[in-house]
């Protein structure tokens, strides 16, 4: 069974940096890829980066430079670097994995089987 936990999350100003951590359980260090995505409030969950078990990373075009994602080398917490942010990054921040991800199923929220709870980022103007 694999399971996730983030933690990082909290109230930040505007042009703060924040690193997120998501607590893998289970076999996810084998052929698994990770990623995060946030969900703001009246908007659909959006991929912000995605790193495959080959170390291959993915990121959404709109945030590239503003974050990075990255894993341990036991590949049992993953973290997500947040750098500038602004108000439209206040959303609920989730971490995902799953064994079956492609290059054209990685920005997908429904292909990725396993979740953790979120955690909220609210940023202060």
């Known amino acids: 069974q694999v399971q996730l936990v983030e933690s990082g999350g909290g109230l930040v100003q505007a042009g703060a940096s924040l690193r997120l951590s998501c607590a893998t359980s289970g076999r996810t260090s084998t052929r698994f890829t990770v990623a995060w995505f946030r969900q ?3 908007k659909e969950r959006e991929l912000l980066a ?3 078990w080959t170390g291959y990373s993915y990121y959404a075009d709109s945030l590239k430079g503003l974050v990075s994602i990255s894993r341990d080398k036991a590949k049992t917490t993953m973290y ?3 750098n500038c942010l602004d ?3 206040t959303a609920v921040y989730y971490c995902a994995a799953d064994k079956s991800i492609n290059t ?3 920005r ?4 990725y089987d396993y979740w953790g709870q979120g955690t909220q980022v609210t940023v202060s103007s």
């Open 108 to 111: 997908i929220s429904s292909k």
């Open 104 to 106: 054209s199923s990685i």
């Open 80 to 82: 997500l670097q947040m």
């Open 50 to 52: 995605a790193l495959t």
């Open 40 to 42: 703001a409030p009246g």
């Open 87 to 89: 108000s439209e990054d």
